[in-house]
């Protein structure tokens, strides 16, 4: 029996469950036997009861690509989908995969931290520099919340602020004004490179998951060097951070053509509008091909 664990954390909740109701079709369509497991106070003895051969995790941001989930299903020994514990922390932490990447010789967007109660007297000084703007984000949330846009160094203090309510520290960055561009991964393999267009504003939570709010351009139109440029940064990150069977890696591009690292996605969103399948169907790859996958390179514990 296979338990699709969907909900978690209240913020990213909802699109956890849109996520398993995709994943619930693809296992009718696989003709597999499913249960469907609310990851909340219950899991334990719910997962206790149902001794599942395997979970297909459909969690998203925290609890879910933290390293919570993969932990307890550790400890239980049952096997899951997606990476594992350490990937899965590493990735979710803004900073410290940014530091990973870094060291990996890849281009990151100059930063600073704040942690809550600290002062932010020294990063005024350094957003002042930044004439392009900034912007400030919690380091370990999903789906864009906490993420203020500033074009002043008065606008600062606000959003540390709002950010600091997703977690107990922030990344202060300096603004890239350019592309945003994604790279999906496939057992290791990247896919076509998307580039993603909101209509308005950036890409928040109402854009990611609006139908029609972003345009996404797959294959993105850039020259054939800067898509080879990206899919091979992918495919180190997915190598050195030690992801499994499937990810997403955010990168932003600027004026020059050149490229920064943004994040990684250890499980990358699967509502109608999520960049994974797109590029996995442009690729040939159909969503029941993908869930097949993920379960049968699910970790063992």
């Known amino acids: 029996m296979i338990a699709v664990v969907q909900g978690g954390h209240e913020s990213e909740a909802e699109i956890s469950r849109v996520t ?8 009718k369509e696989l003709k597999k036997d499913f249960v469907v497991v609310e990851f909340d106070d219950q899991f334990l003895d719910r997962i206790k009861e149902i001794k599942p051969s395997v979970c297909l995790c ?14 307890i299903c550790e400890f239980l020994k049952i096997p899951y989908t997606g990476s594992g514990v350490l990937a899965s922390a590493l990735s979710f932490d803004k900073q410290k995969s940014s530091e990973f990447a870094r060291n990996l010789g890849i281009s990151v967007v100059e930063q600073y931290i704040v942690k809550k109660g600290e002062s932010i007297n020294t990063c005024s000084n350094l957003v002042e520099k930044w ?16 993420v203020s846009l500033c074009e002043k160094s008065d606008e600062l203090e606000a959003a540390v602020e709002e950010a600091l309510k997703w977690d107990t520290k922030c990344l202060v960055e300096r603004r890239i004004r350019g592309k945003e561009m994604t790279v999906s991964l496939l057992a290791g393999e990247a896919l076509e490179v998307i580039e993603i267009r909101p209509k308005s504003g950036f890409y928040d939570m109402t854009n990611k998951y609006t139908k029609g709010a972003t345009e996404y351009l797959l294959p993105a139109p850039i020259s054939r060097e800067l898509t080879v440029k990206l899919q091979k940064d992918s495919e180190k990150i997915y190598e050195n951070f030690d992801l499994n069977t499937y990810s997403r890696v955010d ?31 442009k690729a040939g790859v159909s969503f029941s091909k993908i869930i097949e996958t993920l379960l049968e390179t699910a970790i063992e514990t």
Request: charged share 20%; with cysteine; aromatic share 12%.
């Open 131 to 146: 004439t392009e703007g900034f912007v400030v984000k919690p380091a370990r949330s999903g789906s864009s919340r906490g």
């Open 251 to 281: 990168f932003l591009v600027d004026k020059e053509d050149k490229h920064y690292f943004m994040e990684v996605n250890t499980l990358p969103g699967c509502t109608p509008t999520s960049l994974f399948p797109m590029a996995a169907a």
């Open 20 to 27: 398993s109701l995709a994943f619930q079709e693809a296992l």
């Open 58 to 71: 459909a969690l998203h941001g925290t609890y879910g690509e933290d390293g919570v989930f993969q932990s």
